[in-house]
């Protein structure tokens, strides 16, 4: 088992910016791809970024040139920068991990971060 800790979230001004981060402790090793989900109220959880072990980056539409995530292998930590902060971007911020040991695949989630944007 993997465990997946966030910090970093909080209230912030249109247009601010919020650095996440996401530590992950336990069966860690084989963790192929690292990411960030997100949930609004009253909608689904929906993909943010993920980074890959071989370092590519995938990130949605609505966060494309605002969002940049990054991995830190050695700290097992993975790393959302949020600039251009708008109210839509409020929601729960999920740390994601899958992780590939031989056949089996498993994926983590963390406890969940809140972002708050005001406008």
Known sequence: QAQLVESGGGLVQAGGSLRLSCTASGSIDSLRTMGWYRQAPGKQRELVATIHDGGSRDYANSVKGRVTI????????????????????????????????????????????QVTVSS
């Open 70 to 113: 990054s991995r830190d292998n050695a700290k097992n930590t993975v790393n959302l920068q949020l600039n251009s902060l708008k109210s839509e971007d409020t929601a729960v911020y999920y740390c994601y991990a899958h992780r590939v040991a031989g056949p089996y695949q498993s994926d983590y989630w963390g406890q969940g971060t």
